[in-house]
């Protein structure tokens, strides 16, 4: 698989977009959604990134965010990944009485080719970010991932998903997470 070289511009937004491992829909639970939200609170005190947007879908999320400085985005990724994974996994594994958090943890199991110390993986290792140079892309970005849920069928307007900006914007509801507005 290609390297595809990375350029973070001071400044600019960072849209990104990353999937659970295989797919796997952890993010029906509530318990994991308020782990990822919460991870993402306190790397966003911990670093003082912007936080612009966002949507957490069933199995994966996309960020709208302007880093401090532009070239944290990849130390900023990697812990997300890392915390929310790391309470994600002990969770389930608290819980293998369960039939779900079994499956679950069967689905995140890593094969033994894998070399590696980890047994288990909640997210893919690569995430794509895209820069956002324009205020019109800015925008189109916004509304993509708002409108993100209402397209996958799982609610029929954006205002029912409480895991996105969506809220904070338009009903200025920030009571899961409050956004950094662009003038």
Known sequence: MPVYGRH???????FITTSTYRRGRLFTCQRFR??????????RQETGFLLIGWVLMPDHFRLLIRPQPAAETVRFMRDLKKRSAQQIIAALDRNRQ???CRAMLSKLQLPPTVHSDAHHRVWQRRYVPFNVFTQKKHME????MHNNPVNKR???????WPWSSFRSYYLN???VLSMDRLA
């Open 8 to 14: 973070f511009e001071p400044g600019q937004l960072q």
């Open 173 to 175: 509801d920030s009571s």
């Open 34 to 43: 308020w782990i990822f939200v919460e991870t993402l609170r306190q790397l």
């Open 154 to 160: 799982l609610v029929s307007s954006p205002d029912q």
């Open 141 to 144: 970005k916004l509304d993509y």
């Open 98 to 100: 369960h039939p779900h």
